[in-house]
């Protein structure tokens, strides 16, 4: 005999979105600081540093967040010999995954700045940290604002993946609720409707953000 | 750590590894032509349609955008049945990825229909083109050119993203990895080996799709 789908079942549900959450939150600051590290030495003159960070974009972007989270969790595992939590693995996984994305997102941000901005504030005997600190990275940061939220859409939607290995979130709730109360019809589409609920508004900031951005990418352009 | 790595395991099982890289890239060419289809029928409406039309593409497109491609292939695989639609896993597979990559599409091919501008379009009615005509000599094909990187990366992410169709047991290389390092006891060696399938199947449809763009668009000059 199984459970009708209620309000016990609703809220258990809806509790659920704390963990998506929480997830989203620590890979978005973790991978917030990967992804700032990777920006930086990407655009630096270091060769090694280049291509030991772009060889780590490459990774990440070139293979599925699902196959992360399998080597973190099963295959780290039995690598170490030890028992892997889900939750460090997950958000490791998360973490690295968010760090790649986010590192790209803002090595573009800080290439869309002109050439002639580095050299200006050369020009003023700043030294390299003080060009990044005081003129270039407060005109990429604004530029790189809408992508950043449209990221973190995306990376709220992937947390979704770690269901697959057993981490209880938004999706996997539905998952356990599908599975006494055999309503999948009921089920599936709440737990699609709760993400967008939480999605949607991030969207429309994100493409509300980017209108206030001129074509010449926030940067006045030289008469 | 003392682990002795065993990649020759994995050896052992190559066909059913190449097996199931085959359906992962049947999966997504077939995905993305229909998708295509979908895209350009959808940006068509959005574009010239009645508004009531374009308020349910906008819809579909906002919808799919903002919930997680797992979310969706269990809409798809489990509750559809209710209303009667029953489909196998790989049927539900390739549906649920073409709705996704539709609405994907769609948006990256609007974009670029805007970019088109409005000059082109009335020489065209002055030359007495019709408007399906107009659509798709003046408007859709400098369109496509335009954002082909666009759709490009985002076949890739489909492709990354197939792996999570595991989870309904459609056989593809995820699924396949999974039950080889489950009946072997190789986590690690199986998940690293088709991580890195993954990899080169990115790198590889890359260079696919940037020959189609030179065939295709690069050839014929400027438009």
């Known amino acids: 005999m199984s459970r009708s789908f209620g309000l016990p079942e609703f809220v258990y549900i809806v509790a659920a979105i704390r963990w998506t959450l929480l997830l989203s939150l620590v890979a978005f600051v973790g991978g917030g600081l990967v992804g700032f590290a990777v920006a930086i030495l990407r655009t630096t003159q270091s060769r090694i540093l280049r291509l030991l960070t772009t060889g780590y974009i490459q990774l990440f972007q070139g293979t599925p967040v699902l196959m992360q989270l399998f080597v973190f969790y099963y295959g780290f595992a039995v690598l170490f010999d ?15 995954y968010a760090g790649a994305f986010l590192g790209e997102i803002w090595r573009g941000s800080i290439q869309a700045i ?17 060009q990044l600190r005081f003129v270039i990275l407060p005109q990429a940061m604004r530029i790189s604002i809408p992508p950043t939220v449209g990221f973190l859409v995306q ?12 981490f209880v979130e938004l999706t996997r709730a539905g998952q356990l609720m599908v599975n006494v109360t055999f309503q999948p019809m009921v089920v599936y589409p709440l737990v699609a409707a709760l993400y967008f609920a939480l999605c949607w508004p991030l969207s429309l900031l994100s493409r509300f953000l980017e209108k206030g951005i001129d074509a010449n990418l926030g940067v006045k352009r030289p008469l | 750590m003392h682990y002795a790595f ?23 060419a077939l995905a993305m032509v229909i998708g295509l289809v979908v895209a350009t029928t959808c940006a068509y409406a959005k574009t010239t349609g009645p508004s009531a039309v374009r308020w349910i593409v906008a819809a579909y497109v906002e919808v799919i955008r903002n919930t997680p491609f797992l979310v969706q292939i269990f809409i798809v695989f489990f509750s559809l049945p209710a209303l009667g639609i029953s489909l196998d896993a ?30 082109q379009i009335d020489a065209a009615k002055a030359l007495g083109l019709t408007r ?30 197939s792996s999570v169709v ?11 990895t999974n039950s080889l390092q489950s009946t072997t006891f190789r986590p690690f060696e199986f998940y690293f080996v088709a991580a890195g399938l993954y990899l080169v199947m990115a790198l590889g449809f890359r260079a696919v799709l940037g020959g ?6 690069a050839r014929r000059g400027r438009i």
Request: charge should be negative.
């Open chain 2, 6 to 28: 065993h990649f020759n395991v994995v050896w052992d099982h190559w066909r059913e590894l190449a097996q199931g890289a085959w359906l992962t890239i049947r999966l997504s």
């Open chain 2, 90 to 119: 790989n049927e539900a597979a390739l549906a649920a990825m073409v709705v996704n990559f539709g609405a994907y599409g769609t948006e990256i091919l609007r974009s670029g229909i805007d970019a088109i501008s409005h000059g």
């Open chain 1, 114 to 130: 002109p050439r002639t901005q580095w050299e200006a504030s050369a020009c003023l005997s700043l030294d390299y940290l003080q």
């Open chain 2, 132 to 161: 399906l005509q107009t659509f798709r000599h003046v408007v859709l094909f400098p369109a496509l050119k335009i954002v082909f990187p666009a759709l490009a990366s985002q076949f890739i992410l489909l492709m990354l993203a």
């Open chain 1, 155 to 166: 990376l709220i939607k992937n947390t979704s993946i770690a269901a697959i290995i057993g």
């Open chain 2, 166 to 176: 595991s989870a309904i047991s459609a056989v593809e290389l995820t699924a396949i």
């Open chain 2, 212 to 217: 189609i763009y030179w065939l295709v668009f």
């Open chain 1, 82 to 96: 030890m028992q892997v939590d889900a939750w460090p693995a997950v958000a490791l996984a998360f973490t690295l």
